[in-house]
């Protein structure tokens, strides 16, 4: 792993590593799905153990691929498992303190007193690992620092990656070198700073360019938990970071290889892509979120949420019951619309005016030309491309959007849009390296002190959904993420669409994609958040299935974040981020959280989906869902 080696995948089993037939079954699932190392939890002494006879049978079958102990709290297990498996995985929040929840004041001294302590407790599983050759992850959790980290640093990108480098410094002082490290959270935005900002501690510190292992915690399952993934995995592999990587879903282990698969892949290919000029400075804090600061138009960019726009411009022949695609539905019966939390803030029909009033406040855009000649100019837009925009043509008063890619950024125009306060850019790119040179684009006009909203428009050729989610989720959350963008615009200009009802479907697919690409970056909440761990050895009840009984009574609660998490050893601290937890503490028993705070703590599992929406009702949260008539 690491230097010209290729992106490593990997992935983690979720039974119990005592059941060895079972763990031996499912590593090799994974295995032929793609993984190339398989991590099992190894909670206590007789499960490190119980690795031998996992890895005995794995190679009597044929299967080498190395196997890592994931380790919590348990120096003992780990001093086992690093003599019997290839790699060892520790958490440098927990594997020489336990967490109680503390702020302790710590003068430098006993600070100090605290790593010596720390250096103690490490030192002999080092020395088992350079003897053995065993290689090391020291991977940090935002959602599991210790009271010192967090007493001293606080729940910041700073705290996760000095929580690393307090263990790494331990062993480059040994000499011992075989390391990949990870700064792993569910908050994307926090996740991508903390890995830029350990490579430039790295840097700072002389300490050697280590493998980096990519991951973000609790993605969640399906569409949510591989667009989530990708927007933090992607914006790292974007910039050439990242030597392995593991995506964590709430389904079984072997689905997760694929996706980590797709995500690799794509650098394949990228070298020799058309060039995009250097920069001397960057014009944007890397390591914490600001907002690009715009101008509003309309209801685009200063303070709005970021906005969805549909590509219906290939659509022709335009019904009402069409826009249910873009999540507006027309009720016959009421003679009215309504839509739901996925409903599309503009639609782009290019040369086709749709022939009906649009719903909800939804507005139209429409290219010049068709603009020019439409009867009602004032509440329809027009798109330039820039040889229009240049031209002297009439303008709308309000707002008018202008289609370009960063070659077209000239100083004439630059002065020009300066003088513009009501046009929003449509940023393209037909780089093969898209998202660096859309972002060259946004740090001209930062650097132009231009305020003009940014649309990010993407488009991509024909391709399977789940490659499609993975992509646009890389390409416009990497720059979300940087808070670069005011809205999405999924065009179909590349897709071969044959027939209507194909058509509809993809613009359904790409308005879910543009929402859930928003919600990931954490720029638009506009579902339910479910911060659910993976599952693993540990975990207490079907992770899979409750994950799906809650969401099927609360995915109508937007902005909600829930967690869901298998055990209450690393669960609490995993869901750092979510207003309510569901941790398993027993068999068949969950423990209900309101933030970091445990409200019942041993609710029999038939009644906690009950209690726990109970406890969201207490809080004024709860919403009854809406019969969808229309659905
Ligand atoms: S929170 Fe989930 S994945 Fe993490 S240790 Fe517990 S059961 Fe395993």
Redesign the pocket.
């Known amino acids: 792993m690491g230097g010209n080696y290729p992106i490593r995948i990997q992935s ?1 089993t ?1 039974v119990d590593t005592m059941d060895t037939k079972g763990s031996v079954e499912q590593s090799i699932r994974m295995i032929e799905s793609g993984s190339e190392y398989i991590r099992i ?1 190894a ?1 206590s002494m007789k499960e490190a153990q119980n690795l031998q006879t996992i890895k005995n049978e794995l190679r009597r079958k044929g299967y080498n691929a190395p196997l890592i102990a ?1 380790i ?1 709290f348990t120096p003992n297990a780990a001093e086992l498992a690093a003599r019997i498996v290839e790699k060892v995985r520790i958490n440098p929040g927990n594997y020489a303190d336990k967490k109680k929840f503390e702020t302790i004041d710590y003068t430098d001294a006993t600070y100090e007193a605290e790593l010596q302590r720390i250096r103690e407790r490490f030192t002999p599983l080092v020395k088992i690992c350079k003897e053995y050759g065993t290689a090391m992850r020291i991977g940090t959790n935002h959602g599991s620092l210790s009271d010192r980290i967090l007493s001293r640093y606080g729940d910041t990108p700073l705290g996760m990656v000095e929580s690393a480098l307090e263990f790494l410094r331990i062993c480059e002082d040994m000499n011992y070198y075989d390391i990949v490290i990870s700064m792993k959270a569910s908050n994307t935005q926090v996740m991508v700073q903390a890995y830029r900002l350990l490579v430039q501690k790295l840097l700072e510190e002389n300490l050697k360019p280590y493998p980096l292992h990519l991951g973000v915690t ?1 993605a969640g399952e399906g569409e949510d938990g591989r667009i989530k993934s990708a927007v933090g995995i992607g914006a790292l592999l974007e910039d050439g970071l990242g030597d392995t990587i593991r995506v ?1 879903l709430t389904e079984d282990p072997e689905f997760e290889a694929p996706v980590a698969k797709l995500l690799a892949d794509r650098y394949l290919k990228r070298a020799g892509h058309k060039e995009i000029k250097p920069i001397t400075t960057i014009p944007i804090n890397p390591y914490q979120y600001f907002r690009r600061k715009t101008q509003e138009v309309n209801n685009i960019g200063g303070s709005n949420v970021p906005r969805v726009i549909s590509d219906l411009s290939r659509l022709n022949d335009i019904q009402l019951t069409d826009l249910k695609a873009i999540g507006h539905f027309y009720l016959p019966l009421l003679d009215k619309w309504s839509m739901n939390d996925l409903g599309s803030d503009y639609i782009y029909t290019g040369n086709n005016k749709v022939p009906f009033m649009l719903p909800n406040g939804v507005k139209e855009i429409l290219n010049h030309a068709a603009w020019l000649k439409a009867e009602d100019k004032q509440n329809t837009y027009p798109l330039y491309m820039v040889s229009e925009f240049t031209a002297d043509a009439e303008r709308h008063k309000a707002l008018n959007f202008l289609r370009l890619e960063l070659k077209e950024l000239t100083t004439s125009l630059i002065a020009e849009l300066k003088q513009s306060a009501t046009t929003v850019l449509v940023i393209d790119t037909n780089n093969l390296h898209a998202m660096p040179e859309q972002r060259r684009l946004f740090f001209e006009l930062l650097k132009n002190e231009l305020t003009n909203p940014v649309i990010i428009l993407r488009k991509y050729p024909e391709m399977e959904e789940e490659k499609l989610q993975l992509y646009s989720a890389t390409d416009c959350g990497a720059l979300l993420i940087d808070g670069l963008g005011d809205g999405i615009l999924l065009s179909a200009e590349l897709v071969n669409v044959r027939d209507k009802e194909e058509h509809l479907k993809l613009i359904k697919n790409f308005n879910n994609i543009s929402f859930g690409i928003l919600q990931a970056a954490r720029t638009r909440m506009s579902k339910t958040e479910y911060i659910s ?8 009840f079907d ?1 899979q299935e409750t994950t799906a009984m809650i969401r099927k009574r609360t995915d109508h609660l937007k902005g909600i974040k829930i967690g869901i ?7 609490p601290g ?2 750092a981020d979510a207003d309510y937890g569901y ?2 503490v027993g068999k068949g028993k969950i423990a209900l959280y309101r933030g970091q705070n445990v409200i019942k703590k041993a609710v029999p599992s038939e009644h906690a989906v009950d209690e726990l929406i109970e406890l969201i009702r207490e809080d004024g949260n709860w919403l009854e869902p809406s019969v969808q008539e229309y659905n």
């Open positions: 983690m979720t939890t909670p994931d919590h609790e964590s761990c993976p599952s693993c050895g540990r975990t207490l992770l998490m298998g055990c209450i050893v690393n669960g995993e869901m941790v398993g």
